[in-house]
């Protein structure tokens, strides 16, 4: 192998570029890029000296996570890594019109001895279904509505009567698959070590700071504004990409871009048009504000919304990853949908009224919304997704959240496993 294209810069086609890179150091690397720049949903806004992750904005550092932690410690960033509170193992959570700290006797009150019920007879369930039908399987309708729902649209960007169960939570179905029971699941592998430490990881100026130090340290030739209309395997089994700035040839391609650009990219492949089919896209917008001064908010990592749309959630950044040298306050709201600025500032500001009472304008304020929204995996994804592997040429590999699953984790993770498959 001589050359490589990787399409797409997000987090996924820089790590897969950056092990690629680490692996074959004498190959030669070509990223394409539709956007005028990388970094795909990890952005970091600088406003007023405040680091603002309009993305993600930090990590699990358990299973998965490992990848992205050994990624960032490639680069040589392990001395930026900022580790979460213990606070931040707080969570709230407002439905009827009334905050609550997530505890034993808040998840007790929500017809807890009922799931229990359900859960503890429930039979294993090997297809795939909608996680709502998943919840349905375990538990009350009233935890599912106050916080279950909510929760899951916080961590998987998603409504739980769409999302496909086993992409969304894939050891909880593996678990339900084996035994039925989860409860019964868990009591059977308990105890184990228990694990101590802090359990999330952000940069400290920014998860921009990765992607940055992967686009600068990447030994590539970029070409940016070129979204790729065409794929094609040559007779000699190279791989040819048409984009504005002409054909480029390679010998192999890590494809992380969207999903629903396939079909017309891979037309000789039709199984592509099956995981458009089983895909689509939920907009949501992030608003982050800022204040140059420590503002009494709640100790934890912030405050679900289960009847309160388009407010979904508030997380509260200052708190997850304090910073003593920099008594700052930062929030950020999980809004529903796409907004203009002014739209987003006067919502959030009347949000931060209500349900946090402050009242003093931020120093800094920033409004992000990803143009292709995220990903949604319906029921039926992996099955397309699985007959689409078996149709793909060897050297072809796709990789990120698009086809791996949601999260920076399962991006980085699917990276790392496709060039660890190749052979040397």
């Known amino acids: 192998m001589k050359h490589a294209l990787i399409v797409g810069s997000g987090i996924a086609g820089l790590s897969a570029a950056w092990w690629l890179h680490k692996r074959f150091p004498h190959v030669q690397l070509s990223i394409l890029e539709k956007e005028s720049r990388s970094g795909g949903l990890i952005v970091t806004e600088k406003q007023q000296g405040f680091s603002l992750n309009m993305g993600p904005k930090g990590f699990v550092l358990a299973h998965d996570g490992q990848h992205t932690l050994h990624l960032i410690q490639s680069l040589g960033l392990a001395d930026e890594l900022l580790y979460s509170s213990p606070e931040a193992k707080n969570r709230f959570i407002h439905y009827n019109n009334k905050t609550r700290k997530v505890s034993p006797w808040t998840i007790f009150k929500q017809n807890l001895p009922l799931s229990f019920a359900k859960d ?25 509505r106050n916080l279950l729902n909510p929760i899951s649209i916080a961590i998987r960007a998603g409504h739980s009567h769409i999302l496909s169960a086993q992409m969304a939570y894939p050891e ?22 228990k694990r101590t430490g802090p359990y999330l990881a952000t940069l400290r100026s920014g998860m921009g700071m990765l992607t940055q130090a992967l686009h600068d340290k990447l030994p590539a030739t970029w070409y940016f504004s070129a979204p790729v209309s065409k794929i094609r395997q040559l007779a000699n089994g190279k791989i040819s990409l048409s984009s504005p700035q002409g054909e480029i040839t390679g010998d192999m391609l890590i494809y992380a871009g969207s999903v629903h650009d396939l079909p017309s990219c891979l037309e000789e492949i039709p199984e592509t048009k099956l995981i458009k089919q089983t895909t689509s896209s939920w ?8 204040w140059h001064a420590s503002l009494p908010i709640p100790h934890g990592y912030g405050m679900l ?6 407010l979904l959630g508030i997380v509260f950044n200052t708190e997850v990853f304090p910073q003593p040298e920099r008594p700052n306050t930062i929030v950020s709201l999980l809004l529903e949908g796409r907004w203009h600025q002014e739209e987003a500032y006067a919502f959030s500001l009347a949000a931060i009224s209500e349900y946090l009472q402050i009242y003093t304008p931020p120093q800094a304020f920033s409004l992000f919304s990803p143009r292709e929204g995220l990903p ?25 959240q698009n086809f791996a699953g949601p999260g920076l984790n399962r991006a980085t993770a699917s990276a790392y496993k496709a060039i660890a498959s190749l052979l040397p």
Request: charged share 25%; hydrophobic share 35%.
């Open 120 to 144: 503890f007879f429930a039979r294993p369930y090997k297809q795939d279904s909608s996680v709502e039908a998943f919840f349905k399987r375990h538990s009350s309708s009233k935890l599912r």
């Open 172 to 193: 909880l179905t593996r678990r339900e698959a084996q035994t039925g029971s989860l409860l019964r699941s868990y009591l059977k592998d308990f105890p184990k070590e």
């Open 283 to 290: 907009d949501l917008s992030c608003v982050s504000l800022g």
């Open 305 to 310: 919304f289960a009847d309160t749309p388009p």
């Open 376 to 400: 949604q995996h319906h029921v039926g994804f992996i099955q397309s997704r699985q007959r689409l592997l078996s149709k793909l040429p060897h050297n072809i590999k796709i990789v990120g």
